[in-house]
């Protein structure tokens, strides 16, 4: 059979619109298949003429069965789900569903704006809760490496902030067009008129909108699943992932029934999920993520020669976007010691930010490289320590690889610094 597909994503506030692109595809002879996960939509040829009408839906509480048996005497077959939307099918030429505006724009209110802005808030007060937490573990400073440093610890966090600002602009510009959506519907109810259609353009590029929101929920899927690969989601994650699947499974009395079986389907997947986190990290090789990430020049490194000499490692951290790594060196009479934290961050903007801040911390009078080197710099004793010793502030750059090394005063020299850059660029 002959199909056509189409992108179907008109935000809660376009209903007219996905209205007149079901009419005009009607129009065409086409009628409407399935509806895929509220983004797609199939079309194949009509057998008799068909229209299209869409009404508002409350997902935790239906009509009153004798609402669904005037529709079914009106001639008014539902025939798919979009989000807090009804779509419903009738011969050509069918009475539409609603013609009183003004009791359209009170079912809106009553069906979806309630449930929003319901919505709205929780989903408000736990970002301030995230956002005050971070505040307080930060002691109300954050730098751009505790920035990048948090994307090196975990993909997930990595894509969820290089996302942010474009989720949030996308978030402005949904509130600004429903702001104006609610201002339109209250005047064509007060003066009895009917809602007006958005124009193609308008309604396109909001289409386009949400389209980039669900893509964005899928790389943030894809960047879960590789955290659970290498093991960096917890068990409290995988028992919130279980709790929250059960919850799901919550049935309230007056659900609309299709809404019922994604929920079910939502409760599956999270339970899966929280499955995963527990068996997946203990079946799967090491460095199997590896190829993903961003090479660590200096992972297997030491700066200081000795066998007597000590190097303690920890655990790198690595991401999509960022890889770091940190480790300390030392002399076993004390005489010499070194921490180093090797950064390779495939963002331009990030790196520089990096770089920047820790330029910053060496002072103004050190803004200056080190004499034959393009990206050295170095503060001497620039650190004290409650002890009363001193060390060397050290910062290396070689491309978006950046090194901060502090040591004890007068350890490096030009040597050291050439084996440095040597492996720096040869890591890269």
Known sequence: MKRRFSLFTYPVMDMKAAEAELNRRAAAGWKLEKLWLGTLASFVPAEEPVCYCLDWLDPLKTDQPGYASLLAEAGWTRRALAGYQVIY?????????????????????????????????????????????????????????????????????????????????????????????????TRCAREGEPFPVPGRVSAGAAKL?????????????????????????????AVGMAVGGFLCLRIYPGMDAELRRRQQWAA????????????????????????????????????????DNWCVRHPDEASLLVSCSRWEEGAEDGSAWLEGRCWNIRS???????????????????????????????APEALRYANGNTADLWLLRQGNVIVRLETTPELLEEQDLDDILTQLEGGA
């Open 268 to 307: 599956g997947g999270a339970v899966v999920l929280a499955a995963m986190v527990l068996l997946v990290p203990r079946l799967t090789p090491d460095g199997l993520t590896a190829p993903l990430y961003p090479d660590r020049p200096l992972a297997e490194a030491r700066l200081l020669e000795g066998e």
């Open 89 to 185: 099918e009738a011969p050509a030429g069918s009475t539409p569903i609603q013609t009183d505006s003004e009791l359209e724009y009170q079912r809106f209110r009553k069906k979806v704006l309630r449930r929003m802005l319901l919505g709205g808030g929780i989903l408000t007060a736990l970002l301030l809760l995230i956002f005050a937490l971070v505040l307080a573990v930060y002691g109300g400073r954050i730098s751009w490496a505790d920035v990048v440093g948090s994307m090196a610890s975990s993909s997930l966090s990595a894509v969820l902030q290089l996302m942010l600002p474009l989720l949030l602009v996308i978030g402005v510009l949904w509130l600004g067009r429903m702001a104006l959506r609610l201002r339109q519907w």
């Open 209 to 237: 909108g949400t389209l980039l929101v669900w893509l964005c929920l899928a790389l943030l899927l894809a960047a879960l699943c590789l955290d659970i690969l290498d093991g960096k989601v917890n068990l409290g994650w």
């Open 348 to 378: 331009d903007f990030l790196a520089d930010r990096v770089a920047a801040e820790y330029l910053e911390e060496l002072g103004p009078e050190n803004q200056a490289p080190l004499p034959g080197y393009d990206q050295v710099w170095t």
